[in-house]
């Protein structure tokens, strides 16, 4: 934490993982596949981390790229997943179900946040949230399901992301003491300062990725600073 700031990293591989828990971050999003826009890892990289660094870890649990309507079969494949790495010590499971139209999965939302719960954990709705037509509504909706944290960008896309936050600011204002909602997609070094005082919420989420040479999106340790450096000048 920085300047009373939470500050969280979404991080695709172990190695970036290691990196990180370096700096004065709160919490690692562990993924795999972020070029896809981030996948659930593997069970022994989550293993691994918790032995070996200090940082909180929520998971992603998302089979696959695309949208966020999923089969039966990948649904209860994402339950397992979920408990597996409940059990080998995650912080919280961040995850979203969808229909097809894009309205919130109720049923699968609340199942998922239970499972999360019984083990005493955070259940985090990811930005699929921001595909829902009705942000109020879908906020509310979460609440009812005992939703903990909702990563968005407000419906922005980069270079918007400022806009979006405008947004997640009166949510904030809102809801914010019954969910806690974390600005995140599309931070960038030159806009983080805004980003935090515009949503308001004390919280961020980033990425620092740059591709690398073998083809896959990895910590940039510099940008990472810079950030940091930000939040720190607030």
């Known amino acids: 934490m920085i300047n009373n700031i939470t500050i969280e990293i979404c991080i695709g591989n172990l190695d970036d993982a290691i990196i990180a828990n370096r700096y ?26 918790k032995a070996h660094i200090d940082k909180k870890i929520c998971c992603m649990v998302r089979p696959r790229g695309g949208d966020f309507f999923y089969s039966q079969n990948e649904y209860e494949t994402m339950l397992k997943d979920a408990k597996n790495f409940l059990e ?19 049923e699968r939302t609340k199942q998922m946040a239970d499972l999360i719960h019984s083990y005493d954990k955070e259940a985090v709705f990811h930005k699929a ?22 990563l968005t960008s407000g419906a922005a896309v980069y270079p918007d992301i400022l806009q979006g936050c405008k947004k997640i600011h009166a949510l904030y204002e809102k809801y914010g003491d019954r969910i806690q909602l974390l600005p995140g997609g599309g931070v960038r070094v030159n806009n983080i300062k ?3 005082t515009t949503a308001g919420s004390g919280q961020v989420h980033m990425t ?27």
């Open 88 to 106: 080998a010590g995650a912080d919280g499971i961040v995850f979203g179900f969808l229909h097809e139209d894009c309205s919130i999965d109720l």
């Open 24 to 49: 004065p971050i709160d919490r690692i999003e562990l993924n795999s596949a972020l070029e896809l826009g981030g996948c659930s890892p593997s069970l022994e990289t989550l293993k691994y981390l």
């Open 129 to 150: 949230f921001d595909e829902t037509k009705d942000l109020n509504d879908s906020v509310s909706k979460l609440i009812g399901c005992r939703i903990d944290r909702i």
């Open 194 to 196: 805004d980003v935090i």
């Open 208 to 234: 620092s990725k740059k591709m690398n040479d073998g083809g896959y999106l990895c910590l940039d340790e510099d940008q990472l600073k810079e950030m940091l450096q930000q939040i720190a000048s607030l």
